[in-house]
């Protein structure tokens, strides 16, 4: 069973940075893509980043030039660095991974920024 655990949410104020970490429980070459969604209180869970198996960063547009997606192969780990946060990344940000065949998300882990 894959499991994906996220760390390094928690409460920040607005203009300061956060890093988040995915580990995968296997080698990370067996996905796809890995990246990073958003669901904040109230909304639908959006898409943040991702990164493919040869490394290539995708981000949604509000995302670019704040956020950054990277990833540690020999760590299993897949990083989002968060910059200048607005009060409006306040949300839970769930790790993901695909394969052809299947999804799998982490359990979350909650980013508040404060004024």
């Known amino acids: 069973q894959v499991q994906l655990v996220e760390s390094g949410g928690g409460l920040v104020q607005a203009g300061g940075s956060l890093r988040l970490s995915c580990t995968a429980s296997?080698?990370?070459?067996?996905?796809?893509?890995m990246g990073w969604y958003r669901q904040g209180p109230g909304k639908q869970r959006d898409l943040v980043a991702t990164?493919?198996?040869?490394?290539?960063?995708n981000y949604t547009n509000s995302m670019k030039g704040r956020f950054a997606i990277s990833r540690d192969i020999a760590k299993n780990t897949v990083y989002l660095q968060m910059n200048s946060l607005k009060l409006e990344d306040t949300a839970v940000y769930y790790c993901?991974?695909?394969?052809?065949?299947?999804?799998?998300w982490g359990q979350g882990t909650q980013v508040t920024v404060s004024s």
């Open positions: 993901n991974a695909e394969t052809i065949l299947r999804k799998f």
């Open positions: 296997i080698n990370i070459f067996g996905f796809n893509t």
């Open positions: 990164i493919t198996r040869d490394g290539s960063p």
